[in-house]
């Protein structure tokens, strides 16, 4: 069974920087695909970023192109989201994802249980 656990999340000021981290435990985790979603009151869930297990290839929601950037190190088992030049419409509760499929599908295998981000204008 893989386990994601996020963390980083927090309040900060429009215009702002935060940066998520998602740890992960698993035999196969290290080969699954990783990203984020994440899900403002009202709204469905949406997709964020994903990388490759090998961290070769990204992918971006056109909404946060240029501003948040996804990392992985395969080693520690952890992924990171960058925020950068947040917005009050990036505020959400954001999510870990991995599977083995990428991009990540809404449906992706495991999650983390969120943590939220609150962007103040």
């Known amino acids: 069974q893989v386990q994601l656990v996020e963390s980083g999340g927090g309040l900060v000021q429009a215009g702002g920087s935060l940066r998520l981290s998602c740890a992960a435990s698993g035999r196969t985790v290290s080969r699954y695909a990783r990203g984020w979603f994440r899900q403002a009151p009202g709204k469905e869930r949406e997709f964020v970023a994903a990388i490759t297990w090998s961290g070769g290839s990204t992918r971006y929601a056109d909404s946060v192109e240029d501003r948040f950037t996804i990392s992985r190190e395969n080693a520690k088992k952890t992924v990171f989201l960058q925020m950068n030049s947040l917005r009050p419409e990036d505020t959400a509760v954001y999510y870990c994802?991995?599977?083995?499929?990428?991009?990540?599908?809404?449906?992706?295998?495991?999650w983390g249980q969120g943590t939220q981000v609150t962007v103040s204008s």
């Open positions: 994802a991995a599977d083995r499929v990428y991009p990540l599908p809404r449906t992706s295998g495991f």
